[in-house]
């Protein structure tokens, strides 16, 4: 069993940062992508970001190119989503999922953690 702990949510201004960490269980992270989505009331799901742990490739939504990087511990099975000059619209629910490489494995998610950004 897969387990995921997201943290470092909070209630920031506008043009602020925030780090979230997506904290891990051992498991075979190799083989599986790390995927940030967001979710908010009205807006529904957005992916944010993934993490390709195979290669380190990266991608990220148009919302939040430039302005977001997602990194790998190099010490532990922890990824962090780096939040730079938030938005009002970056409020949401914030989750990390390990999703396998290679289709057709289950899919795992942590419980989130909120960002709240004032204007």
């Known amino acids: 069993q897969v387990r995921l702990v997201e943290s470092g949510g909070g209630l920031v201004d506008s043009g602020e940062s925030l780090r979230l960490s997506c904290a891990a269980s051992?498991?075979?992270?190799?083989?599986?992508?790390i995927i940030w989505d967001r979710r908010s009331p009205g807006k529904g799901s957005e992916t944010v970001a993934i993490?390709?742990?195979?290669?380190?490739?990266?991608n990220y939504a148009p919302s939040v190119e430039g302005r977001f990087i997602v990194i790998k511990d190099n010490m532990k099975p922890t990824w962090y989503l780096q939040m730079n000059n938030l938005k009002t619209e970056d409020t949401a629910r914030y989750y990390c999922?390990?999703?396998?490489?290679?289709?057709?494995?289950?899919?795992?998610w942590g419980q989130g953690t909120q960002v709240t950004v004032s204007s």
């Open positions: 999922g390990a999703r396998p490489i290679v289709p057709g494995g289950t899919d795992y």
């Open positions: 051992d498991f075979d992270w190799q083989n599986y992508a």
């Open positions: 993490i390709l742990n195979d290669n380190q490739r990266t």
